[in-house]
């Protein structure tokens, strides 16, 4: 097929490395321009690929693979703005110290976090959660009494299951009070695999 | 029904806007043209209405730009056509360059049509909305700009290949 027949049938022009280019020029100017509601990225981890997602308040979105990325982003789109963007560059930070932290180099992150996407009970519960340290482990049934709701620990347990934050928020630190692992955003792998990692070795 | 994430917009449509780009403007110029298209939709984005059909609004977007590009260098001293394409070691590279030059050299109306019905596949119908002019001779412009350009190729000195059906009308 010559040139002008794969213009009539609109297969001619197309070049991937233009197409990158204009990318990462879009999202240059994007950013200096302050177009950007929601900047994110994926991140490589021993738990799977994350994927990671800030508004110019901080960290607002961690997604597992199997909550599926597209699914989270429209998501995003709805309940926050459909002006998302990738932008790796300004999620370096988050990338770093996720790697920091799968690499037992980090126990505490350091990071601003948008907590807009929970609210009411399921935040308060997530707020007590960041006060659960690395390596400890606490209770559904601890969670729900602390919180003042003793009786709330179905609830608490949704609150787990819908944290936005996962891995920043520690919800695999929470266990049933029979010892059994529980539920986890992420799957139960996973959750197996951050309790292990936090372990002293 | 909401706006899907503009990052899935830039992935479905960058490579149309790009080569829309390219049909009207020398190569340095597209490339800006179509990063500055996808600036001012990104701006716009949250009022667009949704279920619109976004690739006919980014065509619409890119078209503005191309055209503001082209009045901006007119202004100039400098003819668009004695300014070099791209840099000369860079033209080896691009085996397309000889169709995208007759393109550029197309009349106006004729580049606009047939680069929005056959480089972004919209219908005639969109193609009109947004030279501002009627479908029929929406129709008329990428008819005429194709025979041209069929009529370049055919005449193409030894070594182009020829087109590789005799049809008169695309």
């Not at chain 1, 204009?22 to 900047?39: E, F, H, K, P, Y």
Request: hydrophobic fraction near 45%; glycine fraction near 4%; aromatic fraction near 6%.
């Amino acid at each position: 097929m010559n040139q002008l027949d794969r213009l009539l049938r609109g297969s001619f022009g197309a070049d991937s490395a233009a197409v990158e280019q204009l990318r990462a020029s879009l999202t240059r100017q994007a950013t200096s321009a302050g177009l950007i509601d929601v900047a994110f990225r994926t991140v490589d981890t021993p738990v799977g690929v994350l994927l990671v997602a800030s508004t110019p308040l901080g960290l607002v979105r961690v997604a597992y693979d199997r909550e599926g990325h597209d699914t989270v982003l429209d998501t995003l789109a709805q309940e926050i703005s459909p002006r998302i963007l990738s932008a790796p560059e300004q999620l370096d930070q988050v990338a770093r110290q996720l790697d920091d932290y799968f690499a037992r180099r980090r126990r505490h992150f350091d990071l601003p976090l948008d907590l807009r996407l929970s609210r009411g009970f399921r935040a308060t519960v997530l707020r007590f959660l960041s006060d659960v340290d690395y390596g400890r482990t606490v209770s559904y049934a601890d969670v729900a009494s602390a919180v003042g709701s003793p009786r709330a620990v179905r609830a608490v347990g949704t609150a787990c299951a819908t944290n936005p934050l996962p891995v920043l928020i520690p919800c695999h630190r929470v266990l049933r009070s029979d010892g059994t692992v529980g539920g986890y955003v992420g799957g139960p792998e996973a959750k197996r695999a951050l309790l292990a990692l936090e372990r002293p070795s | 029904m909401s706006l899907p994430p503009f990052d899935r917009v830039v992935t479905d449509h960058a490579a149309v806007v790009l080569r829309v780009c390219r049909a009207m403007l020398p190569h340095y110029d597209a490339e800006d043209a179509a990063a500055d298209a996808f600036l001012a939709a990104l701006e716009a984005y949250p009022r667009l209405r949704p279920g619109s059909d976004i690739r006919a609004w980014l065509v619409t977007i890119a078209h503005r730009k191309a055209i503001d590009v082209t009045r901006r260098r007119s202004r100039q001293a400098v003819p668009v056509e004695s300014l070099p394409d791209i840099p000369a070691t860079a033209q080896l590279d691009l085996p397309d360059e000889r169709l995208w030059t007759a393109l550029r050299a197309l009349p106006d109306k004729q580049r606009h049509a047939v680069a929005y019905h056959y480089l972004a596949d919209l219908p005639y119908a969109q193609v009109a909305m947004i030279m501002e002019i009627s479908e029929v001779a929406a129709r008329r412009n990428a008819a005429d700009g194709v025979r041209t350009l069929r009529n370049t190729f055919a005449s193409a000195p030894s070594g182009a290949s020829a087109p590789s059906s005799q049809e008169r009308t695309p």
